[in-house]
């Protein structure tokens, strides 16, 4: 998929601060298989799983910072009739088929040597946290917005704004790198240039077309 450079009046702007995602993007859930075995288990629908964790309305509140992670996980637990202990083993496994793309993140490690690198994110508490110590790769981003933090999420054209001011950055300077089109699409209208992410795709390439480079 062609990148989208950024809109500008007054011509096109060297780009100085590239933004990943992190979900579908950075952290990709490549084996769906403990997913699917929890669902059948629990009787759930395919995609169940998911539609609790992220599209119900403690979902979202999770995402938005109503609540918290591990209030999130009980409130699921309370409405599947799990122990806390079946809880904690559904938790485990609904994301035990997630893996960090670490050939992307050794990409974001050389491009943070030319530019700024950030984050930003629709997810729960519990980012911040994983970033610093489970994966320890906090340390790549000169930035990260969490929606959670905010307590307003993507496409919500002002989670991009305080990204940006915390850059010291016009939009026009920044690229966007996500999955999801409507957040693609809200990035484009603040201004920013934008990559629509593909699991699998070759970053690099499409950067290039936006005027990132390596050095």
């Not at 509140?61 to 202990?85: F, M, V």
């Not at 670490?102 to 974001?108: D, E, F, G, R, T």
């Not at 002002?158 to 966007?176: D, K, M, S, T």
Request: glycine fraction near 8%.
């Amino acid at each position: 998929m062609q990148p989208k450079p950024a809109n500008s009046d007054t011509g096109s702007s060297p780009i100085r601060a590239i933004i990943f995602d992190v979900g579908g993007v950075l952290l990709r859930t490549e084996d769906r298989a403990p997913r699917q075995q929890w669902e059948a288990k629990l009787g759930l629908p395919p995609g169940g799983a998911e539609a609790l964790v992220f599209n119900s309305v403690m979902g979202q509140k999770a995402q938005r910072g109503a609540i918290s992670e591990p209030e999130l996980w009980r409130w699921i637990g309370s409405h599947l009739d799990l122990t806390a202990e079946e809880t904690a083993t559904f938790r485990t496994g609904f994301w035990a088929g997630d893996r960090l793309d670490m050939s992307l993140v050794a990409l974001i490690r050389q491009l943070k040597a030319r530019y700024q690198t950030a984050v930003i994110s629709n997810y729960a508490s519990n980012l911040r946290q994983e970033l610093t110590d489970l994966f320890g790769i906090a340390d790549a981003f000169d930035d990260i917005t969490i929606s959670c933090e905010e307590k307003i999420m993507k496409p919500d054209p002002e989670i991009f704004h305080r990204a940006l001011n915390r850059l010291g950055r016009a939009p026009a300077e920044a690229v966007f790198i996500d999955d999801f089109q409507h957040n693609i699409d809200a990035a484009a209208a603040v201004g920013l240039a934008t990559v629509h992410y593909r699991a699998g795709m070759d970053l690099m390439p499409a950067l290039r077309q936006l005027g990132v480079s390596l050095g």
